[in-house]
Nanobody, 124 residues
Framework: QVQLVESGGGLVQAGGSLRLSCARSGGTSSTYSMGWFRQAPGKERVFVGSSQRAGGGTFYEDSVRGRFTISRDNAKNTVYLQMNTLKPEDTAVYYC?????????????????WGQGTQVTVSS
């Protein structure tokens, strides 16, 4: 069973940066496709970005492309979400997710395992 633990959330002023981490334990594969999602208060959980198991290619939702970067350290079984130039509308609980699929898309249905989430609050 795969377990995911996010960390790195917090309160930051608009224009600032945060780096979220998602540490994976368990599972039978050495690598997984990884995704980041977020859920703002009163809204549905939405896709932020992903890192493919096949080749490590990344894909981002339009509103974060150019500001957010996903990277991974396979030796540490950890994936990161570097968030720069944060805006108040980035305020949300951020979740990481893992999938055994070689390629994943924007749908939460593509992912098999989820972390508990970490709160990111951006003040104006």
């Amino acid at each position: 069973q795969v377990q995911l633990v996010e960390s790195g959330g917090g309160l930051v002023q608009a224009g600032g940066s945060l780096r979220l981490s998602c540490a994976r334990s368990g599972g039978t594969s050495s690598t997984y496709s990884m995704g980041w999602f977020r859920q703002a208060p009163g809204k549905e959980r939405v896709f932020v970005g992903s890192s493919q198991r096949a080749g490590g290619g990344t894909f981002y939702e339009d509103s974060v492309r150019g500001r957010f970067t996903i990277s991974r350290d396979n030796a540490k079984n950890t994936v990161y979400l570097q968030m720069n130039t944060l805006k108040p509308e980035d305020t949300a609980v951020y979740y990481c997710a893992a999938s055994g699929r070689w390629f994943v898309g924007k749908s939460s249905n593509d992912y098999d395992y989820w972390g508990q989430g970490t709160q990111v609050t951006v003040s104006s």
